[in-house]
């Protein structure tokens, strides 16, 4: 039995957008997903970080759930923001009935437990989004709120957040994320969403009591990170 993570899965059997387009690490992805996934038991547990799915809505989704379903075990998932298919929990549950994919799970103002771990998160904000124009305080105050009611959720339990966004990397940090993470004793932090040359901006390592690191799949080479036993 394990815990794994992994992010930015980025898939597109059911859209026009493969990733192998950006070439380098990206070439040939999915046969390095299936490979890199195929490490991954019955017994585990997954959490994918957001950006699954290149989809516009669930049904164009389809495709690619029914490649996440087949990964072994638990699959607990988070927003990132590409995920365009993202819908209600209620519909999120009835799609994955209708289409007979088991054992997917939303972390959205909940969390979920293994062993003596609690497994919290939400999507987190990117401050960078106010320089482009599209900062939304009241939506970064709805991910603040959700990232709290996550983490109230696990209780007394050793505390795992994972997030989408960088709380913090090279030149950049989210004060009220990072706040919450240390008023909640919270003893690891994994995100996603950096690429590319984006990728060396990536601060990993211990910062006020929270070790942190990165996920997103071109950085682990496309195979999952096994975080617990």
Known sequence: MALYAIGDLHLALGADKPMDIFGG????????????????????????????????????????????????????????????????????????????????????????????????????????????????EKVFRRELGRLEASLKAAGDREKYCFLHYPPRYRGYECPEILSLLKAYGVTRCYYGHLHADSLKLAIQGSFEGTQFGLLSADYVNFRPERIAD
């Not at 075990?73 to 209600?88: A, E, P, S, V």
Request: net charge negative; hydrophobic share 35%.
């Open 25 to 136: 690490r990206w070439e040939g992805y999915m046969d390095k997903l299936r490979e890199g996934l195929s490490v991954i038991g019955p017994e585990d547990t997954t959490v994918l970080l957001g950006d699954l799915s290149w989809a516009l809505g669930i049904e164009q989704a389809r495709e690619d759930f029914a490649f996440i379903s087949r990964i072994p075990g638990r699959k607990i998932i988070l927003k990132g923001n590409h995920d365009y298919w993202w819908t209600t929990a209620a519909k999120f549950y009835k799609f994955c009935e209708q289409n007979e994919f088991a054992d997917m799970f939303i972390l959205n103002n909940n969390c979920y437990f293994y062993g003596d771990i609690a497994i919290c998160g939400t999507r987190g904000w990117f401050y960078e989004e106010e320089k482009q124009g599209t900062h939304d």
